[in-house]
């Protein structure tokens, strides 16, 4: 029976993600990494790493997953987008995803690190040809996989909720630092966010028009990456702008919740862009227009 290490706990969320998903396709598709190779041109060591979080794999590679997977390709090529800015931001300066050439030709190299290859997939039952069991899964197998799979995406869902309570707090310090610094005769106009002893913590919305873009007075950005769980002023941003585009996000507290992301997948439908509930560089275009 094969078994899944534990990805590195230093990976991105956003990495993590698109890893995870990879795992659950080519465990459905019952293909061992021999056979994963010889339909996507990639070596099986490439795969390991690929699988295991030590190397972002290319895009070609994770169309052809989701090709044999029988998933949505336009959705994991999504989540790939996001994974690759977050792997750019977390390891500027590190080589590009390899080509299928280049895979193969460093194959016999990755073998002899596997021991050391977080994330790689090991396989029971290996005859001596080689480490990969090339036969389909047993429902045993299918049944062990799939409660691995469940772990993982608790471990994630916890690690995402750690970071975003990290986050708002944060947002929350840098805010009340802005907000002690205004003037009290413009409280009224303040773009910084406002508290009540019995409420929640809400911004205000200033929107305005400026070189040809909407600004809403929380943030500037036109790049940052917010997901469903994260919190602070780009998300209070995105709220006041979806408002103003006509969809409706809910309170503008600076939390990317449910209303939010239902706001943002209805802008997307219009757009004509990847309906996600993810905010990237193409979502926040759409809404600075």
Same mark, same amino acid.
């Given at each position: 029976?094969?078994? %899944?290490?534990?990805?590195?706990?230093?990976?991105?969320?956003?990495?993590?993600?698109?890893?995870?998903?990879?795992?659950?396709?080519?465990?459905?598709?019952?293909?061992?990494?021999?056979?994963?190779?010889?339909?996507?041109?990639?070596?099986?060591?490439?795969?390991?790493?690929?699988?295991?979080?030590?190397?972002?794999?290319?895009?070609?590679?994770?169309?052809?997953?989701?090709?044999?997977?029988?998933?949505?390709?336009?959705?994991?090529?999504?989540?790939?987008?996001?994974?690759?800015?977050? %792997?750019?931001?977390?390891?500027?300066?590190?080589?590009?995803?390899?080509?299928?050439?280049?895979?193969?030709?460093?194959?016999?190299?990755?073998?002899?690190?596997?021991?050391?290859?977080?994330?790689?997939?090991?396989?029971?039952?290996?005859?001596?040809?080689?480490?990969?069991?090339?036969?389909?899964?047993?429902?045993?197998?299918?049944?062990?996989?799939?409660?691995?799979?469940?772990?993982?995406?608790?471990?994630?869902?916890?690690?995402?909720?750690?970071?975003?309570?990290?986050?708002?707090?944060?947002?929350?310090?840098?805010?009340?630092?802005?907000?002690?610094?205004?003037?009290?005769?413009?409280?009224?106009?303040?773009?910084?966010?406002?508290?009540?002893?019995?409420?929640?913590?809400?911004?205000?919305?200033?929107?305005?028009?400026?070189?040809?873009? %909407?600004?809403?007075?929380?943030?500037?950005?036109?790049?940052?990456?917010?997901?469903?769980?994260?919190?602070?002023?780009?998300?209070?941003?995105?709220?006041?702008?979806?408002?103003?585009?006509? #969809?409706?996000?809910?309170?503008?507290?600076?939390? #990317?919740?449910?209303?939010?992301?239902?706001?943002?997948?209805?802008?997307?439908?219009?757009?004509?862009?990847?309906?996600?509930?993810?905010?990237?560089?193409?979502? %926040?275009?759409?809404?600075?227009?």
């Amino acid at each position: 029976m094969s078994r %899944w290490k534990a990805l590195p706990g230093e990976l991105d969320p956003r990495v993590r993600q698109l890893v995870v998903r990879l795992r659950r396709l080519k465990d459905h598709s019952g293909l061992s990494l021999r056979q994963l190779a010889a339909k996507t041109g990639y070596s099986p060591s490439s795969w390991e790493r690929y699988l295991g979080g030590r190397s972002l794999p290319p895009r070609e590679a994770v169309e052809a997953m989701a090709r044999i997977g029988g998933d949505d390709p336009t959705r994991l090529l999504a989540l790939h987008e996001v994974a690759a800015e977050a %792997w750019g931001e977390g390891r500027a300066g590190t080589s590009a995803p390899e080509s299928p050439e280049a895979s193969a030709a460093t194959g016999s190299t990755a073998a002899a690190h596997t021991v050391e290859a977080v994330g790689a997939l090991q396989a029971a039952g290996a005859d001596d040809t080689g480490p990969y069991n090339l036969s389909a899964p047993n429902e045993e197998t299918r049944h062990g996989r799939s409660l691995r799979v469940a772990l993982v995406a608790g471990s994630v869902a916890l690690v995402l909720a750690v970071s975003s309570a990290v986050l708002l707090a944060v947002r929350l310090t840098d805010g009340d630092s802005r907000a002690s610094a205004t003037p009290l005769g413009s409280a009224a106009s303040s773009v910084s966010p406002s508290a009540s002893p019995s409420g929640p913590r809400t911004y205000a919305c200033e929107v305005e028009r400026i070189d040809g873009r %909407w600004y809403a007075g929380n943030s500037r950005t036109r790049d940052a990456v917010l997901a469903e769980g994260l919190a602070g002023p780009e998300v209070a941003e995105a709220q006041c702008l979806l408002r103003r585009a006509g #969809f409706a996000p809910g309170v503008v507290d600076g939390i #990317f919740g449910p209303h939010t992301k239902s706001a943002v997948e209805q802008l997307q439908k219009r757009a004509g862009l990847v309906v996600d509930g993810i905010i990237g560089r193409h979502t %926040w275009g759409a809404l600075r227009r």
